[in-house]
């Protein structure tokens, strides 16, 4: 069972991170596919092409489109095409100016950080593109950051960039990416250039899903025979909760590097264990941070109405939201809304929900707060609130 010092399970940790994108993505031919054909126009006719990709957390979305811009491009030189892309996360770059100096960095790394409007960017840009004769594929990933912070006028402006040509190809194509739709925050002149109908979905992977992800890494990234098959159970199992491949690979990590802690020759059900412990609290701490104000003043609410028991009813959580909105002199929500924020908060895992058996009069939905102490919850959403 135990190896020795300095001896580890990994074979390459870095087919673990998150940067790695595996030369098959699995379960997701559909998407490719689709991707795929969309795109071909560039190739087959010169026209420019967009497309918006959208699903949950950890669905593979930043994955796949790494994945197919890598490939598109191989596909482009086999038909002698010049075809070249950005990724540019708008998560890190908020700003039109930011993103355009990514994009200008792809061609010119030593690009002065300051100095240069939009305008001239946009013109400098056009330039590169012409000189080199090629067409360029600009993902914005977590595109809705940008759009929130700093408007629609960019992707505007790629998705206008050949209009001035009279003949010649395009050069600038687009795939946008986001949790939620960002069609909606587009203002009207930017939506009317994006075709709405070029959506791909990412739908939560299934448990199976999950377990056939964690295998193709685990093949990858560990020796022979350190992973113990069940631990390729029991971490589907956890993260299908979600649905999130992110989460499940991180599951495998950290159960990976608590073997080699302990140095056990291989991995086991408990490091999985030891690893959920671990992470939980930083994915619940991303998920607290995403929620807006009043699932959060929910939640605060739950928690302390939880203190000193397992469980709560809704009409107990609504008195106690009531009370929560008052301190923070905030309008309560209606039955209706706050029964929907209750659902997505169970969605996100962040609290549980079940029908009452027997002991209570009539049937109600029973709240409780599954794996984290409700005064570290509550410690965490008032820190949360007051940033
Ligand atoms: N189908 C898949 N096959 C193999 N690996 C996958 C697959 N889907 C996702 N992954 C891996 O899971 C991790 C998370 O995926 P990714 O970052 O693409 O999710 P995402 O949809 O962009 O999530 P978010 O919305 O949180 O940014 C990455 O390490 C990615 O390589
Ligand atoms: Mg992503």
Known sequence: MFNDVGRTVFKDLNKLSFDYVPDKLVFRDAQMRRLFTLFRVILDSNISQNAFLTGGIGTGKTALSKRFCIDFQGLAHKKSKNLEYALVNCRHRTTEASVLLKILAHFDPRFPD???????????????????????????DEADVLIKKSGSNLIYNFSRFDEEKITGKSSISLILISQKNVLDLLDLSALSTFKRTNVIRFGKYTRDELHGIIEQRVALAFFPDTVESDVMDLISDIASEWGDSRYAIELLEKAGMLADEVKFDRVTAEQVRGAKAEIYSTVTESKLADLDLHKKLLLLAIARRLRDRAYATTGEV????????????????????????IKELNILGLIGAKKSGKGFAGKTTLISIPDIPTNVLEEKIIELIKK
């Open 318 to 341: 609504e008195k106690s939201y009531g009370v929560v909105c008052e301190e923070y002199e905030e309008k309560q929500y209606g039955h209706t809304q706050l029964w929907d924020n």
């Open 114 to 140: 300051r100095g240069f409007s939009i305008t001239e960017m946009l013109e400098i840009l056009r330039k590169h593109l012409e000189k080199r004769k090629t067409h360029l594929i600009i993902v914005l």
